[in-house]
């Protein structure tokens, strides 16, 4: 039985596309449908080429001299009509080690510079993010953050407030704030491992 027998791209977009599936389910009915996607065409779709290179990088960075704060972002997004906090992200261009693309958003975002951890390649390999609606993944990749914080290598359209977040804020933004839930899920690592908060990658 062939689960998805038709593939329709409904967009043309730059950074994200819709398209329009017929597909046939384990009952033998068929039905539609519809999945968003970076992909710019259908023969790009993870579904067809069975690959999985990351489409974004997330960045778990930590900051201070005793390395006591998490790099957030309070970001603008148009889905909610509000603002999110989340860890720095970004997307990963075309034939860039997502390594290089982590160092180069959290500069953008930030300001600040970014040192990666040499980690297991389970810790870091590509993961999904919303399996229900789209087959988007990113890498995350961990390390430290130094310097200043600036908004001189921002985008325009880009609305981001930087936070330093300390334990005690970390508590307060998972009780009372909106937060993506790659961000929340370590930041709870964060508050539960306080002698080495890298101790999960076993380094």
């Given amino acids: 039985m062939e689960r998805i027998k038709k593939i329709e791209q409904c967009t043309h977009n730059p950074f994200v596309n819709l398209y329009d599936l017929q597909v046939c389910h384990k009952n033998g009915k068929e039905g539609k449908y519809y999945v968003a996607s970076r992909a710019k065409s259908a023969e790009q779709l993870k579904m067809n080429t069975g690959e999985n290179p990351p489409d974004g990088v997330v960045i778990y960075a930590l900051y ?17 009509g509000d603002y999110v906090y989340e860890l720095p992200a970004g997307l990963v261009e075309f034939g860039e ?3 290089r693309a ?6 953008e975002e930030t300001g600040l510079t970014f040192t990666p951890l040499s980690v297991e390649e389970m810790y870091e390999r590509p993961a999904f993010t919303s399996v229900g609606m789209t087959d988007e993944s990113c890498a995350t990749v961990y390390g430290y953050a130094s310097g200043e914080i600036s908004r001189d290598y921002m985008e325009e359209s880009e609305d981001i407030e930087i936070i330093l977040a300390d334990r005690n804020e970390i508590r307060r ?3 009372e704030e909106k ?8 930041l709870m690592h964060f508050l539960a491992d306080q002698e080495n908060p890298f101790g999960f990658l076993q380094l």
């Fill in 102 to 107: 982590a160092v180069r958003e959290l500069k």
């Fill in 64 to 80: 201070g001299e005793t390395h006591d704060r998490v790099v957030l972002v309070r970001q603008f997004r148009y889905p909610l």
């Fill in 97 to 99: 080690d997502f390594h």
């Fill in 173 to 175: 933004i998972l009780r």
């Fill in 179 to 186: 937060v993506a839930i790659i961000c929340s899920y370590m």
